[in-house]
């Protein structure tokens, strides 16, 4: 069956310093990879979309890459802050199916 | 503007009781998907409606779980005879069209079965 995979480790960061997320899918072939954020007792909040025949999409300090042969979206936060601080969660979709991955949280130092 | 609003916002049910939780879609909106939710884990697609039509329900859990959308705008999840392993957020988002454009979500419905 289709998976998308997320690092279920919680990644720690000192404020300034790059974030870089993973997000893998096996069994399945996405026609647009999309990051959410989702802040505790909060709905996910949408961030990023990225279609299978671009290779980058930059939004501010965010940057999501999408690589259709090693099958992997990295979701890249620079000048991280703490307010950052959340869990991201990855999904995957085409036309007619959609999925999340289980998300990885991330802890932003002062 | 206003979002996604769902309520209630919390509900605990007994074992065995039947729930209804309701989701108030963005105006205009033409999709519309209810998710479920457990501690630690992404969301998962449970069904979605592209206005009154439900054109996918391959995630509801069991025939306990019926979702419907009778006007295409507000939309009602009905857990019938509730299990202890309903107890989860269920999340209700929108999008303007379809599938692959952005989901707005509500705040979720946190359900406990005891």
Known sequence: SQKIEQNSEALNIQEGKTATLTCNYTNYSPAYLQWYRQDPGRGPVFLLLIRENEKEKRKERLKVTFDTTLKQSLFHITASQPADSATYLCAAGNFNKFYFGSGTKLNVKP | ?114
């Not at chain 2, 969301?43 to 995630?59: C, H, I, M, R, V």
């Not at chain 2, 392993?85 to 599938?99: P, R, T």
């Open chain 2, 1 to 114: 503007g206003a979002g996604v609003s769902q309520s209630p916002r919390y509900k605990v049910a007994k074992r065995g009781q039947d729930v209804a939780l309701r989701c108030d879609p963005i105006s205009g909106h033409v999709s519309l998907f209810w998710y479920q939710q457990a501690l630690g884990q992404g969301p998962e697609f449970l069904t979605y409606f592209q206005n009154e039509a439900q054109l996918d329900k391959s995630g509801l859990p069991s025939d306990r779980f019926f979702a419907e959308r009778p006007e295409g705008s507000v939309s009602t999840l009905k857990i019938q005879r509730t299990q202890q392993e309903d107890s989860a957020v269920y999340l209700c988002a929108s999008s303007h069209k379809g599938l692959a454009e952005t989901q707005y979500f509500g705040p979720g419905t946190r359900l406990l079965v005891l």
